[in-house]
């Protein structure tokens, strides 16, 4: 009995120690950094009560958490307000109270008021559920920098039963005014835990610069000069996505020849396309825009989950897995390559991109 | 198609979806039970039922809905697929296992294997380390998304509610020394008060978050909120391996006390 519980204290100690995740700097704020921070937007919509809503002036001290998402959302928006309800259920009501949570519907044909109160009721009374014009609703979405929601028909469904690809953001406002952080899906509620009454107090997360010094892209010098075609894409695969609202390709990429710079991507079914690198610190994540990817004479770059990604937005249609999408690489040099990543299912990624993870 | 129920993060729908790993498994251990109820000769006898009741609940275990649900959006129901597995089908199993089958095993090229492995003592660290490090929340989260990690942890159940339920459920190899108050201790021990079932009820229960990121995360279920979720499956876990226990206690001591009058 003795060696059972020499065993098993230890391990329950780990248990209590051990949630799943690597040791953060505490000082770094949980959510994505949002660099540079952008300012709240200006509009006036129409909240559930049929009132105007002013997103400014009625959320003048507060902290405002702004939504885009729709009621019949099976996952992205009932999770979000699920986790945020539960955190603020046990804050002090002090630093509760100066949270707001708006909920901005981008399916305004089925959430009428009612149903828009009744939903965001169920999750917490003091949730806010607003509504737009289309033409408006594009705008403060441009204004913040996401894919402008659009209807998802499901093949052989009713016409009625629609999906809506969407933003899986959550922007933080804080008291400044400002949204430095933004909490994308996977965002956990002891995450929100962490950086809600820190952003109730007025903390403001600090710039990703500061925080977080700028990380070059990793060139991996190949060890054999190689003659033929200068850029070899070696893999290229796309995560299939739960959206239209936007996607990740993840390639390795060759240079056989003389020093080349990646300068654009595109693709002709997205409307948006982009080189991503998400840096952590400490287990804090901050995503930045890339315009220019060199490529060294002799060297493989990796786009790897977790760190550099193509990333692209607005999508014509949902690619599932098993298909390919078209995806158009610009290199200084090289010029051109058309190429159609495969696309896969998330959790296959690491089959796929195999030990160059 | 999946062959094993894995997290899928994909909104639930009752659609039917077929496993054929677990089809497969269930063919398994119903040929394995087959296999052995003829095994140590004689006249060829009916299948035991609670052989029967043992290959069903891991069918039911295992394949969907139970599976699928368990497996990528409900916290309890994969509890339930614990209790199933790693308690009630290994105690069915064992206890359709008649005495000339416990005698062929335990003379089987494995019988020594099984006879270390199911010493009490033995038995018991095994049980409560699988059962801990099947539910600790970094390893939950990183093999459920797959269907080899599902299907692994599915199988250590099985595996540790085998080990835990030989000692108490077979006569042969015989263990003379294991004395029905140590069995009862065994019991207590290992179910009723089990410092790993006790402490994972609590850290369930009590902790200010939910405790596995794969349940919290998983697309919502029908208005159950993830704590709620969470809140049942410590219950489950708790009610259930108590009852278990307060079962297999009552039956040890009333054939206790039968022998000795």
Known sequence: ?357 | MQFWCSFTNTAWDWQWRPFPGVWLFVLLVGWAAFRLNRAGGGEPRPIHPLTLVGVLLTWIALDWPVGALGAGYLASVHMAQFLLLGLLVPAALLGGLRPEAQVAVAQSATGTWIERLTRPVTALILFNVIVLLTHLPPIVDWLMPTQLGSMAIDLLWFAAGLIFWYPLLTTAPARPKFVPPLRMLYLVVGLMFSPVMFGLVGFMLYAEHPLYGLYELAPPFAGWTSKMDHELAAVMMSVTGALVAFIGLSTIFFKWSKTDA
Not at chain 1, 1 to 15: D, K, Q
Not at chain 1, 154 to 165: I, T
């Open chain 1, 1 to 357: 009995m003795r060696r059972l519980s020499a065993l098993l204290v230890p391990a329950m100690m780990a248990l209590a120690a051990c949630r799943g995740e690597a040791p953060r700097d505490e000082a770094l704020f949980r959510g994505v950094y949002v660099s540079p921070p952008i300012e709240k937007p200006d509009f006036t919509f129409t909240d559930f009560n049929g009132q105007p809503f002013s997103f400014r002036l009625k959320t003048v001290g507060k902290v405002a958490l702004l939504f885009f998402g729709y009621t019949h959302c099976p996952d992205v928006c009932p999770l979000h307000a699920a986790n945020v309800a539960a955190v603020l259920k046990q804050m002090p009501f002090e630093e509760r109270e100066k949270i707001q949570f708006i909920f901005v519907t981008t399916d305004p044909e089925r959430d009428t008021p009612e149903r828009l109160k009744a939903w965001l009721g169920a999750f917490d009374r003091d949730f806010i559920g607003l509504a737009a014009s289309p033409d408006e609703l594009a705008r403060v979405q441009r204004e913040l920098r996401i894919a402008t929601a659009r209807k998802e028909f499901l093949p052989g469904a009713d016409s009625s039963a629609y999906l809506v690809g969407h933003a899986a953001q959550v922007f933080a406002f804080g008291l400044d005014g400002f949204a430095r952080t933004e909490y994308p899906m996977g965002v956990r509620q002891e995450d929100w835990a962490k950086d809600l009454p820190r952003l109730a107090r007025g903390e403001l997360p600090p710039e990703p610069s500061a925080a977080l010094p700028g990380k070059d892209i990793q060139l991996v010098p190949s060890t054999v000069e190689v003659a033929g075609p200068a850029i070899r894409i070696e893999v290229a695969v796309m995560a299939a996505p739960p959206a239209t609202s936007e996607a990740s390709v993840y390639l390795v990429l060759t240079n056989a020849g003389a020093e080349d710079t990646l300068v654009g991507v595109s693709s002709p079914e997205a409307g948006g396309a982009m080189v991503h690198v998400t840096e952590s610190s400490g287990g804090q994540q901050v995503m930045r825009m890339r315009d220019r990817v060199p490529i060294g004479k002799g060297a493989t770059v990796s786009f790897l989950p977790g760190a550099m990604h193509v990333m692209l937005t607005d999508l014509t249609r949902k690619p599932a897995a098993g298909e390919s999408f078209p995806l158009r690489l610009q290199f200084a040099r090289a010029g051109e390559f058309a190429i159609a990543p495969l696309v896969v299912p998330y959790a296959e990624l690491d089959s796929h991109l195999g030990a160059r993870r």
